[in-house]
């Protein structure tokens, strides 16, 4: 009887969710369909059992008051937001980088030593994909010296960068890691740390790590253009209006000839056309 009142207690309304629903639109461009009510319910009574609250509507008030947003707001979001990635994910767009994209650059004189060159992932989740990018970037300029880059790595997550920053993964999960790259910057774990891997420090040092909302600013609150953004995987829970702003932003962040990486299973046809796109979920900013 006591556990039935307990469930009754935290069900969620249909009211809740669409008030839910509208808030995490309005603060992040994530469009819940209502088929992820059961999704929505589970993750967030989580955060109920945090705060030892026994309703949804009374979340709610804390999470959308003054108070909330500026606290308990992250902790939501963090639960809402999807976290699924690998390393060297959709590969085809690291062998693209290193035999296409980067050789270019470097040749039309754009990238040179004493020129840094800025790469962004986006949507970065717990950080395989900027560890790759790093490494695919490290060993690119492998014994040139003066050759620099950084990656800025983001994600809406609080809790994701920062197992991201640790740069500390199970060893089975850096399967996918080619053996000369895994041998040059994996580190493997002794003693209480056996079956773990830990990225190098030279690598982690070319990593920064932000959390950045990317529905916020007109710049993203970003004051470096960026040479290479990758941003995949991530759109597919915004609808096209929040997608086609995004773009825009992107467009303006992108330098001219810098290049854009989206998810494999997305496009930008009729989100936007300024881009060009010059191979699988691969886009370039045209220079003239």
């Known amino acids: 009887m006591h556990n039935n009142s307990v469930k009754q207690k935290t069900a969620m309304s249909d009211r809740d969710f669409r008030r839910f629903r509208e808030l995490i639109y309005e603060q992040c461009g994530i469009n819940l369909v209502p088929a992820k009510k059961t999704m929505l319910t589970s993750r967030l009574r989580k955060r109920l059992r945090a705060l030892n609250m026994e309703s949804f509507g009374q979340y709610f008030d804390h999470v959308s008051s003054l108070k909330g947003k500026t606290g308990e707001l992250v902790h939501m979001l963090d639960a809402v937001s999807t976290n699924k990635t690998d390393f060297f994910r959709e590969s085809k767009h690291f062998d693209y980088l290193m035999k296409e994209a980067l050789p270019r650059m470097v040749r039309s004189g754009y990238w040179r030593p004493g020129r840094r060159l800025n790469i ?7 950080g395989e994909e900027p560890y790759t990018i790093t490494m695919v970037l490290a060993d690119f300029v492998s014994g040139k010296r003066a050759w620099d880059f950084s990656v800025l790595a983001t994600d809406i997550s609080t809790r994701v960068l920062e197992k991201a920053k640790k740069g500390i993964y199970p060893e089975d999960a850096t399967e996918p890691v080619p053996p000369p790259l895994k041998r040059r910057y994996m580190m493997r774990g002794n003693g209480s740390q056996k079956g773990l891997c830990r990225v190098v420090p030279e690598l982690r040092n070319h990593l920064q790590f932000r959390r950045i909302n990317l529905n916020d600013g007109r710049n993203f609150g970003i004051r470096t253009r960026m040479d290479i953004i990758f941003c995949r995987n ?55």
């Open 120 to 126: 962004w992932s986006a949507g970065c989740s717990s």
């Open 234 to 288: 991530v759109i597919i829970y915004f609808d096209r209006e929040t997608q086609k702003k995004l773009f825009e932003k992107f467009y303006a962040q992108i330098v001219p000839g810098g290049y854009l990486f989206i998810g494999h299973s997305e496009t930008l046809h009729g989100i936007n056309d300024r881009f060009k796109s010059v191979a699988v979920a691969t886009y370039i900013k045209p220079s003239g």
